[in-house]
Nanobody, 121 residues
Framework: QVQLVESGGGWVQPGGSLRLSCVPS????????IGWFRQAPGKEREGVSC???????YYADSVTDRFTISRDDATNTVYLQMNSLGPEDTAVYYC???????????????WGQGTQVTVSF
């Protein structure tokens, strides 16, 4: 059984930063791309970013130049550094595998329970 455990969400003021972490556990996790998608209330899931096993990274247009994904290969932990956050980034962020990066997600391999990110004054 594969588990993806997210942490690092919270509240931040506009312009602030947060770093999310995702730790896989359980059975060996096979994937093409691992990363983050998000869902805001009343909206569709959006693929934010993912990183492949060879280190290739992908970003949604909405977060390019603000978010950075990385992976610690020693611990398999995946990070999402989020800078210049705005209210439009408020959502539940999920760690997941094998989803499309961009405004529409049709399928996801594995995913975690999510962590709330709230950006407001």
């Amino acid at each position: 059984q594969v588990q993806l455990v997210e942490s690092g969400g919270g509240w931040v003021q506009p312009g602030g930063s947060l770093r999310l972490s995702c730790v896989p556990s359980g059975s060996t996790l096979n994937y093409y791309c691992i990363g983050w998608f998000r869902q805001a209330p009343g909206k569709e899931r959006e693929g934010v970013s993912c990183i492949t096993k060879d280190g290739t990274t992908y970003y949604a247009d909405s977060v390019t130049d603000r978010f950075t994904i990385s992976r610690d290969d020693a611990t398999n932990t995946v990070y999402l550094q989020m800078n210049s956050l705005g209210p439009e980034d408020t959502a539940v962020y999920y760690c997941g595998t094998d989803f499309s990066v961009g405004p529409v997600i049709t399928s996801v391999g594995y995913w975690g329970q999510g962590t709330q990110v709230t950006v407001s004054f």
